[in-house]
Nanobody
Framework: QVQLVESGGGMVQTGDSLRVSCTSS????????MAWFRQSPGKEREFVAA????????VYADSVQGRFTISRDNAENALRLQMNNLKPEDTGVYYC???????????????????WGQGTQVTVSA
């Protein structure tokens, strides 16, 4: 079982930056393909970004391409999402997710991810 814990959410204004993080105790996150998803009220959980086990080949949703950066911090056993030039439509609960161990293929569909954190709220005001 992989337990994921997100942190770093908050309330910011349009154009601001924020970094959210995901950590796990007892499991090495670099063994897993990982992703960030987000969910706004009344909407389905949507893909934001994903990264390979090695930390390369990041992929992004079109809506965040060029503004968000997903990365690994292996020294801290953490997954990061740096969010720049935030917009009100970025508001939502941000979840980190991990695929099963030994799986190396990046996927955008949430059904491909086995382990989920509890989420952290990001609110961007106009």
């Amino acid at each position: 079982q992989v337990q994921l814990v997100e942190s770093g959410g908050g309330m910011v204004q349009t154009g601001d930056s924020l970094r959210v993080s995901c950590t796990s105790s007892g499991r090495t996150l670099s063994n897993y393909v990982m992703a960030w998803f987000r969910q706004s009220p009344g909407k389905e959980r949507e893909f934001v970004a994903a990264i390979s086990n090695s930390g390369g080949s990041p992929v992004y949703a079109d809506s965040v391409q060029g503004r968000f950066t997903i990365s690994r911090d292996n020294a801290e056993n953490a997954l990061r999402l740096q969010m720049n030039n935030l917009k009100p439509e970025d508001t939502g609960v941000y979840y980190c997710a991990a695929r099963g161990q030994m799986i190396t293929v990046i996927r955008r569909d949430r059904g491909a991810y086995t382990y989920w954190g509890q989420g952290t709220q990001v609110t961007v005001s106009a």
